[in-house]
T-cell receptor, first 112, second 115 residues
């Protein structure tokens, strides 16, 4: 069954506001990753947080991970129109290769 | 100088046909993957190869057969195409060697439509 569940499924905010997306998962992980997908395009890796980390920053992105609650959040600060895309969380489990299990994504729309 | 490339980008075909999708990466990675994204944007792993060896093989019909001629290529052959095979297929690569870098780099996708 699908590992990750994202909340909300869709989010629409004004440019300049912060956007928060949440992800919950069910089983053990080695890491959790966030990807962005623009309409009709491939996925672009944004940030990775390992299971022994609690928070990570990259530019305007902030990711938290709570392994006790099996949840993660992605915060995009000072949103821009170019941030409009679908955002996916993916749990990573290394079994020979890295098996990524994706959530269903959050569709983020930034209104100018 | 595209990192992960897929051909074709679009594929429209009739039910029952056999088709192949090709993937190439020039990142020097040792691991490649195939994912399927359905109409609801749900993305699911299908296969993974590490150094030409099949590592991950999810519950996928045996009509789907991956082939890795070398570390830089992972092709996907689909026999007897069915309507439900219509989806976007993404190839990805990563380097699992020393240091276990977990980031996967995705190709642009192949949009398959079975009529």
């Amino acid at each position: 069954s699908q590992q990750g569940e994202e909340d909300p499924q869709a989010l629409s905010i004004q440019e300049g506001e912060n956007a928060t997306m949440n992800c919950s998962y069910k089983t053990s992980i080695n890491n959790l990753q966030w990807y962005r997908q623009n309409s009709g395009r491939g996925l672009v890796h944004l940030i990775l947080i390992r299971s022994n980390e609690r928070e990570k920053h990259s530019g305007r992105l902030r990711v938290t991970l709570d392994t006790s609650k099996k949840s993660s959040s992605l915060l995009i600060t000072a949103s821009r129109a170019a941030d409009t895309a679908s955002y996916f969380c993916a749990t990573g489990l290394i079994q020979g290769a890295q098996k990524l299990v994706f959530g269903q994504g959050t569709r983020l729309t930034i209104n100018p | 100088d595209t990192a992960v490339s897929q051909t074709p980008k679009y594929l429209v075909t009739q039910m029952g046909n056999d088709k192949s999708i090709k993937c190439e990466q020039n990142l020097g990675h040792d691991t490649m993957y195939w994912y399927k994204q359905d109409s609801k944007k749900f993305l699911k792993i299908m296969f993974s190869y590490n150094n030409k060896e099949l590592i991950i093989n999810e519950t996928v019909p045996n009509r789907f057969s991956p082939k890795s001629p070398d570390k830089a290529h992972l092709n996907l052959h689909i026999n007897s195409l069915e309507l439900g095979d219509s989806a976007v297929y993404f190839c990805a690569s990563s380097h699992m060697g020393d240091g276990k870098k977990e980031t996967q780099y995705f190709g642009p996708g192949t949009r398959l439509l079975v009529l």
